[in-house]
């Protein structure tokens, strides 16, 4: 479970990006953080796994009090929650599986990483991984050769094969089309359902989140200030979160607002 107690955090310059945040996550939970630009999506789930420090209150994963984790600590704590990003954060001119790999040794160099040998074990579970997101036929061809939503897909078996409790997901489909944000989104979905893993993903894209989602955290100005079940998300709660322009969210509101009602 991730526990926010009074959470704060304000960075070095001043800026609040955070405030009174109390928030209960259970294992297995898909999570959708929304709001406007600016609201604290990123830093929330960014101090899940201490990629920031939180500056007040109390954040504990599975009763893992976050801020006393020291040097070592940290990595493996790390090594149970897995991060996505919007652009994929992967070594391009090399193959699939080395990709993959990496994930074996998160401890060395990046070089040792690129040329490190691996166990025959090692190499089954990076391949099963990649069978795990429908991309096992990709395993040896090279990542500059594959399109947006492959490469996302690439970075999420490189996180399954770090066998992680919790993913965390920053804007994991913000730049790829719809259709293959879909497909992406559905690779998730099965990962949460299948394996039990936590999903807590910051997402603009409101429709996606209210379809995908079981839970959605709408954050404005650095606080909570919705949170429940998707279901019950109304048109209301989202101007509300959103600051009373819910027409800015989408080029075509009734279309994307489908599921809101
Ligand atoms: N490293 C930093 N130093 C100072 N201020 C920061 C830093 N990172 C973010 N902020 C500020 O903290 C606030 C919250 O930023 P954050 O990135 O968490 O928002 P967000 O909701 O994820 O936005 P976006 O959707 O645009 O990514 C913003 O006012 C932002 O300018």
């Not at 070592?72 to 090399?94: A, E």
């Not at 997901?169 to 992406?184: F, G, K, Y």
């Amino acid at each position: 479970m991730i526990q926010f107690i009074d959470v704060q955090k304000t960075y070095p310059n001043g800026t609040i990006a955070l405030q009174n945040v109390n928030l209960n996550i259970e294992q297995g939970e898909f999570v959708a953080v929304i709001g406007l630009s600016g609201a604290g999506k990123s830093t929330l789930i960014r101090c899940i796994n201490r990629m920031h420090d939180i500056t007040g209150g109390r954040l504990i994963v599975d009763d893992v009090e976050v801020t006393r984790l020291r040097g070592k600590q940290i990595r493996r704590f790390r090594r149970r929650i897995g991060m996505i990003f919007q652009s994929f954060n992967l070594v391009t001119r090399t193959t699939v599986i080395k990709n993959v790999l990496v994930s074996f040794v998160p401890d060395l160099p990046l070089w040792r990483k690129l040329t490190g040998l691996f166990t025959k074990e090692q190499k089954i579970k990076a391949l099963e991984a990649l069978d795990k997101v429908g991309i096992l036929d990709k395993a040896y061809v090279r990542v500059d050769q594959l399109s947006g939503g492959q490469q996302q897909r690439v970075a999420l078996a490189r996180t399954l094969a770090q066998n992680p409790d919790i993913i965390l997901a920053d804007e994991p489909i913000a730049s790829l089309d719809p259709v293959t944000s879909r497909m992406v989104m559905n690779d998730f979905k099965r990962i949460n359902q299948e394996m039990n893993i936590s999903v807590i993903m910051n997402i603009h894209h409101v429709e996606v989140a209210l379809e995908y989602a079981d839970r959605i955290i709408g954050i404005r100005k650095g606080e909570v200030v919705f949170d429940g079940e998707s279901r019950r998300v109304t048109k209301e709660i989202l101007e509300d979160i959103y600051g009373g322009n819910i027409e800015a969210l989408a080029s075509s509101p009734e279309e994307k607002l489908a599921h809101v009602r």
